[in-house]
């Protein structure tokens, strides 16, 4: 509709004679008039009726089967048919680059039926990131919503790597707690050297690296100087603490109350918001987030306060973790429509990744502040993104058609915006062309005048 209103707006301007002419095989995704304006308009429809079935929606998660107790991948797929009779369809579950089937099902689709299809694997280590691509056959009028993709999920197990230099602490028994969590230990040193998965939450005591590899940072004592943007000044004694953000996710469900430090950092902000725990002369605990990235500044040692004797303490290390964990869910590419554009969470100080699609070359993207911003994804399929810096990795954005309106592919009748046009619509147009000669004799009549002058 918006095309043919634009050219019958074009059309109006040049002025002279006027008529529209939409070619169109009647299966629009839309139902609403076309408004054309008042330009007089002709409808030739082309291309002989189709029936079509195909995968409307996709969803990938995973999860611990109730019974082996071992990670499953679950992929939803709702399939819908406009056949005007049942059809025997079958439903496969392929990993990319793989051939042989990881999951398939037969089904029994009736005329117009709708239904939704369950494809479970269990996946293997090196599966994790890789793209899914569900199949729909035997094929039909519209191949491309025959076959939808996903991405194989990352563990449920969240990554935390513990960079401390301590034998014991009370932040590895609070972490410890969570069954959800895979902890690896480390020394700060190590951070620059051993491979971190990119979507680990990264937690440094006594330390503040300038570079640090993963994905969200707890830093907890650090020493004075500049800690990621946060100015870390010299020893309060006995700071009293006066109020805290409940609103924040990282202090939701707990109180502070009652919890009483031996001595803090004074931690300088660059604005009142980015404090998270005040006294009545400092900040204690502070923000110091980047797009894409959640960093929080912890000014005193745990050890010597009494915070880890209090549930509250518990709770803030799991709100910490649990909001890494929802980080790591969104940053990975999801299922996004053909058409539309993305957006990558990478790794803080990564500059340009490489972007490569279904039927594109390879080419370079700029990031801009932890994210990129893909172009817009014209083809369904698989996309890749890829960094070399400051570590090496990668991610997968899956574009699919997956729109009832656009599977529809039966005709409908087109209806002009009667107020907005005098003329019907016409099966085919007849064109009169006595004005066409008119105009060539005259020009001939013009030609021998002058060639008489």
Known sequence: SAAVALAADRLRSLGGRQRLVIITDGALAHDEPLAVAGIPTDVLTVGDDAENAGI?????????????????????????????????????LTIEGHTELVASRRLLLGPGDKQPVVLTFEPKPEDHGLGLVVRLSPGDAEPVDDVAYGRVPAPPRMPVVLATDAAT????????????????????????????????????????????????????????????????????????????DSADPRLRFLTLDGVHLARSRALQTRGASAGLVRSSATTLVADASVPGRT?????????????????????????????????????????VRTGDSARVHVPAGTARVTFQGPGLP??????????????????????????????????????????????????????????????????????DTRDEWMRWLVALAALALALDV
């Open 169 to 244: 602490s009370w932040t590895t028994r609070a972490v410890e707690a969570d069954p959800e969590v895979d902890l690896q230990r480390l020394t700060p040193g190590q951070l620059a050297t051993v491979n971190v998965d990119p979507d680990a939450l990264v937690i440094v005591e006594g330390a503040c690296p300038a570079d640090v590899p993963g994905g969200d940072v707890l830093v907890i004592a650090p020493p004075a100087g500049s800690c990621f943007g946060v100015d870390v000044g010299a020893a309060v004694d006995d700071p009293q603490l006066t109020s805290w």
């Open 295 to 335: 960093i929080t500044v912890v000014g005193f040692d745990v050890g010597e306060s009494d915070w880890p004797l209090k549930a509250s303490f518990v709770l803030f290390v799991r709100n910490v973790v649990e909001l890494a964990r929802t980080h790591r869910l969104s940053g990975a590419g999801g299922p």
């Open 56 to 92: 409307v929606r996709i969803d990938v998660r995973s999860g611990i089967d109730a019974t082996s107790h071992r990670e499953q991948v679950q992929v939803f797929a709702m399939l819908q048919s406009w056949d005007s009779r049942p059809r025997d369809a079958y439903v496969t």
């Open 362 to 431: 390879e080419r370079e993207i700029t990031v801009k502040d932890g994210i990129v911003t893909l172009p817009t994804l014209e083809r369904a399929g698989l996309y890749h993104v890829t960094w070399n810096e400051p570590h090496v990795g990668s991610a997968l954005v899956a574009a699919n058609l997956t729109s009832p309106a656009e599977s529809d592919v039966r005709p409908r009748k087109i209806a002009i915006d009667s107020a907005a046009s005098s003329a019907a619509a016409r099966p085919a147009p007849t064109i």
